[in-house]
């Protein structure tokens, strides 16, 4: 399972079932529907129709008004070769990659097999980010589940990382970004910033998702907390009804996160790297709308009125 189909699968259970960026202090960001905002928007590009070549798909997300793009992990040399093609032709800069294999082969397996698999990935998609100029690979660090203990998850994860990825990281100047999403790990952002603290290097740091943490906390706490640590910024909403034990991610605004809260959080802390959206996908004027509510927020504002 990746971590798309974790989050759908997710949003319809029941209740128990971003290196060189630092803030948001007021962009002057407008819902201009062009790439001129100050290269601050990103979209994810699994939000982006799947039968349009690359080039296509990066031309509907600058039309809508984005200005950079978070690829996914490809193994082609050919698909590497088009997206950055498709990259340089529409001036959408490819900021971030998003690991693949980190859920199927997680590097806090106690196999061996698998954890070798899980940093081929690691290095396939930190050599897909130095091929498209990205500043940035996520990585989700561990699993926790009946067979790995937290205790297990932590200093298993941290030793591969330590040893086996961020040297490759280090060579490339490449920004490995841990993430938090309900792998039942780092569920705190005191935990979340020690783990970080304690690799102790300039070149590991924090993916922080606004909408996965509501579920068990605040994200502008989060956010304060893991201060300088955040490389990058997932967005999505998140809704959760307390009555029928029932929750679901949003689209921005659509759910209880106080954005205006969130916006003050990051400017409190000095964050001005990218906000990628990731949320579900759709056709140019809902990329439009959603778009201009990244704008609104990035404003202060609520992402609708």
């Known amino acids: 399972m990746d971590r798309r189909t974790l989050l759908r699968s997710l949003a319809a259970a029941p209740f128990w079932a971003g290196f060189t960026g630092r803030s948001l202090p007021h962009l002057s960001t407008q819902s201009t529907g062009s790439a001129s905002s100050g290269g601050r928007k990103a979209v994810l590009i699994s939000m982006l129709p799947k039968d349009l070549s690359y080039a296509q798909r990066f031309a509907l997300a600058r039309d809508a008004g984005f200005?950079?793009?978070?690829?996914?992990?490809?193994?082609a040399d050919d698909d590497v070769a088009e997206i950055r093609e498709a990259s340089t032709k529409n001036g959408l800069r490819i900021h971030s990659v998003m690991n693949a294999d980190h859920w199927r082969y997680p590097i806090s397996s106690a196999d061996r097999d698998?954890?070798?698999?899980?940093?081929?990935?690691?290095?396939?998609?930190?050599?897909?980010?130095?091929?498209?100029?990205a500043e940035t690979v996520l990585l989700v660090p561990a699993v926790v589940d009946a067979t790995t203990s937290y205790r297990d998850a932590w200093t298993r994860s941290q030793q591969v990382i330590r040893e086996r990825l961020l040297p490759l990281a280090r060579d490339?100047?490449?920004?490995?970004?841990?993430?938090?999403?309900?792998?039942?790990?780092?569920?705190?952002?005191?935990?979340?910033?020690?783990?970080?603290?304690?690799?102790?290097?300039?070149f590991l740091k924090a993916y922080f998702d606004v909408g996965n943490v509501v579920f068990y906390g605040y994200p502008q706490d989060w956010i304060r907390a893991l201060g300088p640590r955040i490389a990058k910024v997932h967005l999505k909403d998140f809704q959760l009804d307390r009555v029928n034990g029932?929750?679901?991610?949003?689209?921005?605004?659509?759910?209880?996160?106080?954005?205006?809260?969130?916006?003050?959080?990051?400017?409190?802390?000095?964050?001005?790297?990218?906000?990628?959206?990731?949320?579900?996908?759709?056709?140019?004027a809902y990329l439009k709308d959603l778009c201009g509510r990244v704008d609104r927020f990035l404003a202060g504002q609520k992402p609708l009125g």
């Open 67 to 75: 200005d950079a793009i978070e690829m996914q992990t490809v193994t």
């Open 114 to 133: 698998v954890v070798q698999k899980s940093v081929a990935g690691m290095e396939r998609s930190l050599r897909n980010a130095a091929a498209w100029g």
């Open 172 to 202: 490339l100047k490449l920004i490995i970004a841990v993430e938090e999403v309900w792998n039942k790990f780092l569920l705190s952002p005191l935990e979340f910033a020690r783990y970080v603290d304690e690799l102790d290097s300039p």
């Open 246 to 284: 029932r929750f679901a991610f949003k689209n921005l605004g659509e759910g209880d996160i106080d954005w205006p809260a969130v916006h003050q959080a990051f400017a409190d802390v000095g964050y001005k790297g990218y906000v990628t959206t990731e949320v579900a996908a759709g056709d140019s």
